[in-house]
């Protein structure tokens, strides 16, 4: 069992920076890969960035790349999601997992373990 803790959400106005923690506990995450999702009111949830224990591989959705950015501290056992030039259409519930397989994926049924989310909100 892994559990998965956000913070960091909040409300934002557009152009502003968040960052967002994941705190993992359980299992170490050194050896997985990890991501965030989000989830608009009516949507289906959806991958927004995920990496692996090295970090050297890194995924991000096209509708956020070059605004987000992925990071972890093994050591904290800790993920990052720093999110700047934040658009209202970033409004979402985010969600951290984790995926104990060794591959990458970004399809939220490959993920085995879920934090709660936290609310981002980002008014125009």
């Known amino acids: 069992q892994v559990q998965l803790v956000e913070s960091g959400g909040g409300l934002v106005q557009a152009g502003g920076s968040l960052r967002l923690s994941c705190a993992a506990s359980g299992r170490t995450i050194r050896s997985y890969a990890m991501g965030w999702f989000r989830q608009a009111p009516g949507k289906e949830r959806e991958f927004v960035a995920a990496?692996?224990?090295?970090?050297?591989?890194?995924y991000y959705a096209d509708s956020v790349k070059g605004r987000f950015t992925i990071s972890r501290d093994n050591a904290k056992n800790t993920v990052y999601l720093q999110m700047n030039s934040l658009k209202p259409e970033d409004t979402a519930v985010y969600y951290c997992a984790v995926r104990l397989g060794a591959t990458m994926s970004m399809a939220v049924r490959d993920y085995d373990f879920w934090g709660k989310g936290t609310q981002i909100t980002v008014s125009s």
């Open positions: 990496n692996r224990w090295s970090g050297g591989s890194t």
